[in-house]
Protein backbone atom coordinates (compact mmCIF):
# COMPACT_ATOMS: atom_id res chain seq x y z
CA UNK A 1 0.00 0.00 0.00
CA UNK A 2 1.92 3.34 -1.28
CA UNK A 3 1.83 6.63 1.26
CA UNK A 4 -0.43 9.38 0.43
CA UNK A 5 2.32 12.50 -0.04
CA UNK A 6 2.04 15.34 2.20
CA UNK A 7 0.96 17.97 0.43
CA UNK A 8 3.81 21.12 0.90
CA UNK A 9 2.82 24.69 -0.55
CA UNK A 10 6.08 26.60 -0.95
CA UNK A 11 5.56 30.27 -1.47
CA UNK A 12 8.69 31.44 -1.74
CA UNK A 13 9.83 35.15 -3.67
CA UNK A 14 13.25 34.21 -4.67
CA UNK A 15 13.98 31.29 -7.48
CA UNK A 16 17.29 30.37 -5.96
CA UNK A 17 15.92 29.91 -2.21
CA UNK A 18 12.99 27.91 -3.71
CA UNK A 19 15.27 25.59 -5.34
CA UNK A 20 17.56 25.33 -2.17
CA UNK A 21 14.16 24.43 -0.12
CA UNK A 22 13.22 22.12 -2.54
CA UNK A 23 16.52 20.21 -2.86
CA UNK A 24 16.40 20.14 1.41
CA UNK A 25 13.48 18.98 1.63
CA UNK A 26 14.47 16.36 -0.58
CA UNK A 27 17.19 15.52 1.29
CA UNK A 28 15.10 15.32 4.62
CA UNK A 29 12.50 13.30 3.16
CA UNK A 30 11.36 10.68 5.34
CA UNK A 31 7.85 10.12 3.95
CA UNK A 32 6.17 11.23 0.09
CA UNK A 33 6.35 14.65 -0.31
CA UNK A 34 3.99 16.72 -3.23
CA UNK A 35 5.73 20.07 -3.28
CA UNK A 36 3.99 23.19 -5.08
CA UNK A 37 6.09 26.24 -5.33
CA UNK A 38 4.54 29.34 -6.34
CA UNK A 39 6.09 32.97 -6.04
CA UNK A 40 2.76 35.10 -6.23
CA UNK A 41 0.02 35.28 -2.84
CA UNK A 42 -2.19 35.69 -5.46
CA UNK A 43 -1.64 32.66 -6.68
CA UNK A 44 -1.21 30.97 -3.77
CA UNK A 45 -4.48 31.98 -2.38
CA UNK A 46 -6.03 30.48 -5.60
CA UNK A 47 -3.99 27.69 -4.64
CA UNK A 48 -5.47 27.16 -1.27
CA UNK A 49 -8.83 27.68 -2.37
CA UNK A 50 -8.74 25.01 -4.78
CA UNK A 51 -6.43 22.51 -3.69
CA UNK A 52 -5.69 23.12 -0.38
CA UNK A 53 -2.02 22.49 1.72
CA UNK A 54 -1.12 19.88 4.51
CA UNK A 55 1.76 22.61 5.26
CA UNK A 56 2.60 26.06 4.25
CA UNK A 57 6.57 27.18 3.76
CA UNK A 58 6.33 31.11 3.43
CA UNK A 59 8.42 33.30 2.78
CA UNK A 60 7.64 37.09 4.13
CA UNK A 61 8.71 38.75 0.76
CA UNK A 62 7.02 37.77 -2.22
CA UNK A 63 6.60 39.46 -5.59
CA UNK A 64 2.99 40.78 -4.88
CA UNK A 65 2.95 41.03 -1.69
CA UNK A 66 5.70 41.74 1.64
CA UNK A 67 5.95 41.68 5.90
CA UNK A 68 3.13 40.21 8.03
CA UNK A 69 0.44 40.94 5.33
CA UNK A 70 2.09 37.74 3.42
CA UNK A 71 1.33 35.80 6.60
CA UNK A 72 -1.83 37.30 7.50
CA UNK A 73 -3.35 37.09 4.12
CA UNK A 74 -2.67 33.25 4.40
CA UNK A 75 -3.59 32.93 7.72
CA UNK A 76 -6.68 34.81 7.00
CA UNK A 77 -7.73 32.57 4.04
CA UNK A 78 -7.00 28.89 5.74
CA UNK A 79 -7.32 29.55 9.75
CA UNK A 80 -6.12 25.77 10.27
CA UNK A 81 -3.09 25.52 7.85
CA UNK A 82 0.16 24.75 9.41
CA UNK A 83 2.79 27.55 8.13
CA UNK A 84 5.79 27.37 8.64
CA UNK A 85 7.70 30.70 7.95
CA UNK A 86 11.23 31.60 6.19
CA UNK A 87 12.54 34.69 6.95
CA UNK A 88 15.54 36.61 6.19
CA UNK A 89 17.70 37.70 9.11
CA UNK A 90 16.17 41.19 9.19
CA UNK A 91 12.83 40.03 8.97
CA UNK A 92 13.21 37.66 12.15
CA UNK A 93 11.13 39.98 14.31
CA UNK A 94 8.12 39.74 11.87
CA UNK A 95 8.67 35.76 11.95
CA UNK A 96 8.44 36.10 15.78
CA UNK A 97 5.26 38.03 15.11
CA UNK A 98 3.46 35.33 13.01
CA UNK A 99 4.62 32.86 15.78
CA UNK A 100 2.66 34.54 18.35
CA UNK A 101 -0.22 35.31 15.23
CA UNK A 102 -0.28 31.26 15.27
CA UNK A 103 2.43 29.89 12.77
CA UNK A 104 3.71 26.62 13.38
CA UNK A 105 7.99 27.66 13.76
CA UNK A 106 9.82 30.10 11.65
CA UNK A 107 13.40 29.28 9.93
CA UNK A 108 16.11 32.31 8.99
CA UNK A 109 16.78 31.39 5.63
CA UNK A 110 20.98 31.42 6.18
CA UNK A 111 20.55 28.63 8.63
CA UNK A 112 18.47 26.55 6.60
CA UNK A 113 19.31 22.76 6.91
CA UNK A 114 17.47 19.48 5.70
CA UNK A 115 17.33 18.35 9.49
CA UNK A 116 15.05 21.69 10.13
CA UNK A 117 13.20 21.89 7.45
CA UNK A 118 12.30 18.09 8.18
CA UNK A 119 11.55 18.68 11.53
CA UNK A 120 9.15 21.70 11.02
CA UNK A 121 7.52 19.42 8.07
CA UNK A 122 7.19 16.84 10.80
CA UNK A 123 5.83 18.91 13.50
CA UNK A 124 3.62 20.86 11.43
Not at 15 to 22: I, L, M
Request: glycine content about 6%; proline content about 4%.
Amino acid sequence: MSQRPLRVLLLEGNPADARTVRQLLWEAQTAPLEVVWLDRLAAGLKHLEDTGAEVVLLDLSLVDCAGFDTFAAIRGLQPEAPIVVLAAAEEEALALRAVREGAEDYLLKRQLSAWALGRAIQCA
